[in-house]
């Protein structure tokens, strides 16, 4: 499975920015998600998404971001609104094609994981 992210930039505080995160793989994949990276800081789940379209958030941007796929183009999307300058980060795409059970454990798998290269994220006026 290749991963292939797109959407980053420079935008202001209260702005919106969509990523975007297009898979190339032959099978069908159910988990995908976005993660992100601030410097100095560890990589943290954002939002999940599984091909049932069931999703979760991090509490941080609960409100404020949306999480959505599209299985016939293996396409997920994370729109971003009301962005703040702790929201600047590299956001990655994630794929997880056997992962079954209560998005809740998605960040626990185990199982095979992909990764896309990360978009950059800034968040300043």
């Known amino acids: 499975v290749q991963l292939q992210a797109s959407g980053g930039g420079l935008v202001q505080p209260g702005g919106s920015l969509r990523l975007s995160c297009a898979a190339s793989s032959s099978g069908f994949i159910n988990g995908m998600a976005w993660y992100r990276q601030a410097p100095g800081k560890q990589r943290e789940l954002v939002a999940v998404i599984s091909s049932a379209g069931s999703t979760r958030y991090a509490d941080s941007v609960k409100g404020r971001f949306t999480i959505s796929r599209d299985n016939g183009k293996n396409t997920i999307y994370l729109q971003m609104d009301s962005l703040k300058p702790e929201d600047t980060a590299v956001y990655y795409c994630?794929?997880?094609?056997?992962?079954?059970?209560?998005?809740?454990?998605?960040?626990?798998?185990?199982?095979?994981?992909?990764w896309g290269q990360g978009t950059q994220v800034t968040v300043s006026s």
């Open positions: 994630n794929a997880r094609p056997r992962f079954r059970g209560h998005l809740g454990g998605y960040d626990d798998y185990e199982g095979p994981d992909y």
